[in-house]
């Protein structure tokens, strides 16, 4: 019996395996940083606001805790300290579409798809984030709870709600998502599958973990159920995403190649975030 020769692996299979690894790990390193973003945002703002308002605590990687008992607390002091930091990152949700659409939308680069997962996250912290603070009574939990009253049940119907609303603009954002990738290649319909393995579910499982891991021993249920409400909106855009015919793109494609700069600040910020709320952080 002769020997039979090796198979030789096909190029234009490798080639595509290639390209597929780069846009996960500059898909990735964008959900990173656009997660240290969003959250460095409403944390700021959430202690700024503390300290204007007098309220002790403490700041550290699991979040900010304010030092003052349930009978210190006002309607309108839990409203002023609470409500600013949502404020604040649905703002910077709306110039980051505004930027996307207007302006980079059809240009190369990676800046649409950052200000793209700047927007998920954003969405996330005010929709899936009422969601996980209603199951741990925490966080923006505060402001239906105390606004509304009549016990915590107008704030789960609420949490419910927004959870609902976050689906339905996981499903709309198929369209956007796919004007974010610069690969015709990637783009192309027989390869959805392996779009949402990378550029999707991939970083949003890899991502989390790095942040999770980044935030051991201080991670909570609270930041696992965040991480775990995101899921509402990455996977009706998964769905749409893999049955979304669309594969013209007015510009040219660019060459995939990873941005190395792109990961480095990705790393640099985790390893900031970690070195510099490790421990806690007095809040005055």
Known sequence: MLPTAPATPNPVALATR???????????????????????????????????????????????????????????????????????????????????WKWQRHRRGLAKLLLLW?????????????????????????????????????STVLGLLFGAVQLALGSMAAIPFLLAQDSRTVLQFDHRPQLVRYTILGPWLAGSTLLAVAAIPHLGLNEVLHFGTMGLLLIPLAQGVAEESFTFKKVLPSPTRVSWVLAGLALLGLLAWRLALGGPVAVH
Do not use: E
Not at 45 to 71: C, K, N
């Open 118 to 154: 700047l927007i998920f996250h954003a969405t996330n912290a005010i929709l899936g984030g009422l969601l996980a603070d209603t199951i741990t009574q925490s966080g923006s939990w505060f402001v239906p709870n105390w606004l509304l009253g009549a016990g915590t049940w107008p």
């Open 18 to 100: 290639s390209k597929f690894t780069t846009v996960f790990i500059n898909a990735t390193a964008c959900y990173l940083l656009a997660y240290l973003v969003v959250r460095l945002v409403s944390q700021a703002t959430l202690v700024y606001m503390g300290r204007q308002a007098g309220i002790p605590g403490t700041w550290d990687i699991s979040g900010v805790h304010f030092l003052l008992a349930d009978g210190g607390w006002r309607r309108d002091t839990v409203l002023a300290v609470y409500c600013p930091g949502p404020a604040a990152i649905a703002g910077m949700a709306a110039v980051a579409f505004l930027l996307f």
